[in-house]
């Protein structure tokens, strides 16, 4: 199972699930996804702002993730069964539910894991 957290990661190419065969062809696909979101930029000089990040286009990618995280995050939110459980991992590990339910009303998307390294 995957987490917002390490959607976020895929998208910014930061992710170090190395086990999965798929990854090299999802990392060409965000490639080139990234690139025509690239070519496609035209205001106030933001296709040059991102010149030397090609041909990964980090830079582009962790920016598109600060701009569209909300939308993802009501995405899988307001999409999912009513059924759906959403967990709460501890800082000690421990795992609870969370009384959050299905397209909650929450200000902002939770971001206390986006920025923590990967072992």
Same mark, same amino acid.
């Given at each position: 199972?995957?987490?917002?957290?390490?959607?976020? =990661?895929?998208?910014? %190419?930061?992710?170090? /699930?190395?086990?999965?065969?798929?990854? @090299?062809?999802? *990392?060409? &696909?965000?490639? !080139?996804?990234?690139?025509?979101?690239?070519?496609?930029?035209?205001?106030?000089?933001?296709? =040059?702002?991102?010149? %030397?990040?090609?041909? /990964?286009?980090?830079?582009?990618?962790? @920016?598109?993730? *600060?701009? &569209?995280?909300? !939308?993802?995050?009501?995405?899988?939110?307001?999409?999912?069964?009513?059924?759906?459980?959403?967990?709460?991992?501890?800082?000690?590990?421990?795992?609870?539910?969370?009384?959050?339910?299905?397209?909650?009303?929450?200000?902002?998307?939770?971001?206390?894991?986006?920025?923590?390294?990967?072992?």
């Amino acid at each position: 199972a995957r987490s917002f957290a390490d959607i976020g =990661d895929i998208i910014r %190419g930061k992710d170090l /699930y190395i086990r999965n065969k798929k990854k @090299d062809k999802l *990392e060409e &696909n965000l490639k !080139t996804i990234f690139e025509k979101i690239h070519s496609g930029l035209t205001k106030n000089g933001a296709k =040059d702002h991102y010149e %030397g990040d090609a041909p /990964y286009y980090y830079q582009l990618r962790e @920016d598109w993730w *600060e701009a &569209n995280r909300e !939308t993802i995050w009501r995405a899988l939110t307001c999409h999912a069964p009513e059924s759906a459980k959403y967990k709460v991992i501890g800082a000690d590990g421990s795992i609870t539910e969370s009384a959050m339910g299905k397209c909650a009303k929450v200000t902002g998307v939770p971001t206390n894991f986006d920025y923590v390294p990967q072992y």
